[in-house]
């Protein structure tokens, strides 16, 4: 008997648009079919939304495979994803966006690179095509955020805020470990993993079609600046 890896795909839930369920539905059979030789779960986590999910009842009760879980108060991407690799074992881990924005066959991809390679860390790096569809303030704050990566830290890992990662139980340690709630938390994350001597590998991804950007207030823009400062006076440059 052959066993077969535990896979968790961890995907935070915070106010979807409309019609996030087609796609989503969609994803979840495929995912399904291009790794079924692993012990599939899809852990999603609603981060505390205030817009109405209505047809969350009938999509957990039509995919074994997924488990939901629910707060009330919205603290933040980081924690979100640190509540779902926290919630069960597995032997890998990937989290993604709720709208699959890089499409699904890429999780299996990042999967088997993890399990092939030995790698603590699978990094998804984003190619210029993709910021330019952005929205203008997320724009700005990815430029920003790329260039201080590169004059402030050091970084070699330029792009830390892809929103696709997948993690060895090594590295779900030190993502276990990080206090930043919001979508600096990668920041940390990375930050931490590199000072401990965790290895890891980049995988280019590329945006699918028909994807649905949300901007990001001024107010926003500041305060995950002023995140990254105080990640960066913590840990050191």
Not at 58 to 64: L, M, T
Not at 107 to 133: C, E, H, P, W
Not at 150 to 164: C, H, M, R, Y
Request: hydrophobic fraction near 40%; proline fraction near 2%; include cysteine.
């Amino acid at each position: 008997m052959n066993v077969r890896d535990k896979l968790n795909i961890i995907i935070p839930l915070y106010n979807p648009h409309a019609t996030w369920e087609n796609y989503f539905i969609d994803s979840l059979i495929g995912l399904k079919k291009e790794l079924n030789e692993t012990e599939l779960t899809v852990i999603l986590v609603n981060d505390g939304s205030t817009t109405q999910l209505s047809n969350i009842n009938e999509i957990i009760d039509r995919f074994e495979y997924l488990k939901y879980y629910s707060y009330p108060i919205n603290m933040g991407k980081g924690y979100a994803i640190r509540y779902g690799v926290n919630v069960s074992d597995a032997d890998f881990y990937v989290y993604t966006d709720i709208d699959f924005p890089f499409g699904y066959q890429i999780l299996s991809q990042t999967y088997r690179i993890l399990k092939s390679s030995q790698t603590n860390i699978v990094i998804g790096t984003r190619d210029a095509s993709f910021f330019r569809l952005l929205p203008i303030n997320r724009r700005i704050y990815s430029f920003v955020l790329k260039k201080l990566n590169f004059f402030v830290t050091g970084f070699k890992i330029i792009d830390t805020q892809a929103g696709l990662k997948g993690l060895d139980n090594k590295a779900r340690k030190v993502l276990a470990e990080t206090k930043t709630n919001t979508f600096l938390f990668e920041l940390e994350f990375l930050k931490k993993s590199l000072k401990q001597g965790l290895t890891y590998k980049m995988i280019n991804i590329e945006c699918r079609t028909g994807l649905h950007f949300t901007n990001f207030s001024v107010r926003i823009l500041i305060k995950e600046i002023m995140n990254f400062f105080k990640i960066l006076f913590r840990f050191g440059a």
